[in-house]
């Protein structure tokens, strides 16, 4: 099974809303990733996580909490965004979190905030 | 800071012809990876050349790297309409991070 799922696929919230953005993967990685990517850009790196510890936390607002329950599961808490944080948010993992090792991603999920 | 550039940024073929698209960085790396995207999905990791190799290919797909000019390409042969999607170069940014560059977009028409 070489493949990261997340959901929901497509979420709405308002501004004042907490939501959770999830994503799972079974390959054995010890390396999983959060980014955001707006229209026609690149994706950009939030969080690292590597052997179910944050690693890197590239200066991210607060109001995206990420957690990993255990190496399989990895949550993106949401809380009072902003309108600019609306964004296709992908998940990915790797067998480690060296840059050597190709990332697997996720569909993402398309975030709109209202 | 290190980042990848694409070029060109958009790029439009006929079915079954080549399509070439660089891509510069600015700092020594050990390897650099490419990824495609279709359309408002997920990234599909594509190959990945390490600094001592030239040439690398899988498939369709052939990387070179020039590290004395910090500069990859990708050349994909006979493009189908399947190929339609964006490519992005990834030089790592340190140990743990990937960067994507802005990415070069690639329609093949049928």
């Known amino acids: 099974d070489t493949e990261v799922t997340q959901t929901p696929k497509h979420l709405v919230m308002g501004m004042t809303n907490k939501k959770s953005l999830k994503c799972e993967q079974h390959m054995g990685h010890r390396a999983m990733y959060w980014y955001k990517q707006k229209a026609k850009k690149p994706p950009e790196l939030m969080f690292v996580y590597s052997y179910e510890k944050l690693s890197i936390n590239e200066s991210v607002p607060s109001r995206f909490s990420p957690e990993c329950p255990n190496s399989s599961l990895l949550n993106l808490h949401l809380h009072a965004l902003q309108p600019e944080d609306s964004a296709l948010y992908l998940c990915?993992?790797?067998?480690?979190?060296?840059?050597?090792?190709?990332?697997?991603f996720g569909p993402g999920t398309r975030l709109t905030v209202t | 800071s290190q980042q990848g550039e694409e070029d060109p940024q958009a790029l439009s073929i006929q079915e079954g012809e080549n399509a070439t698209m660089n891509c510069s960085y600015k700092t020594s790396i050990n390897n650099l990876q490419w990824y495609r995207q279709n359309s408002g999905r997920g990234l599909v990791h594509l190959i990945l050349i390490r600094s001592n190799e030239r040439e690398k290919h899988s498939g369709r797909l052939r990387v070179t790297l020039d590290t004395s000019k910090k500069s990859s390409s990708l050349l994909i042969t006979a493009s189908r309409a399947a190929d339609t999607a964006s490519y992005f170069c990834a030089p790592p940014r340190s140990n743990y991070k990937l960067t994507f560059g802005k990415g070069t977009l690639l329609t093949v028409n049928p």
């Open positions: 990915a993992s790797s067998q480690g979190a060296l840059r050597e090792y190709e990332q697997y």
